[in-house]
Nanobody, 115 residues
Framework: QVQLEESGGGLVQPGGSLRLSCVGSGSIFSIYDMGWYRQAPGKQRELVARITNGGRTNYADSVKGRFTIMRDNAKRTVNLQMNSLKPEDTAVYYC?????????WGQGTQVTVSS
């Protein structure tokens, strides 16, 4: 059984930074590429950052140069460092297998960028 738990969200001013963390159980971390997804109100969930099991990364154009994804397979964690945050980054953020997510999702963590 796969369980994913996200944390680290909050309210931040434009230009600020946040670091999101995801802890997982099960075999998902040791085998698959992992990613951070986000879903803004009224929009579809989108993949914004992806990291392979070997550490290669890929980002959506909207966050490239501002977000950094990292993973520690031994600790079963995937983190997302978000810098230079913009109001359009406001969303609920989730971690999951990428690019095809597992059917089980965590609760997500809310990120709100506002002055």
């Amino acid at each position: 059984q796969v369980q994913l738990e996200e944390s680290g969200g909050g309210l931040v001013q434009p230009g600020g930074s946040l670091r999101l963390s995801c802890v997982g159980s099960g075999s998902i971390f040791s085998i698959y590429d992992m990613g951070w997804y986000r879903q803004a109100p009224g929009k579809q969930r989108e993949l914004v950052a992806r990291i392979t099991n070997g550490g290669r990364t890929n980002y959506a154009d909207s966050v490239k140069g501002r977000f950094t994804i990292m993973r520690d397979n031994a600790k079963r964690t995937v983190n997302l460092q978000m810098n230079s945050l913009k109001p359009e980054d406001t969303a609920v953020y989730y971690c999951n297998k990428a690019p095809v997510p597992h059917r089980a999702w965590g609760q997500g963590t809310q990120v709100t960028v506002s002055s």
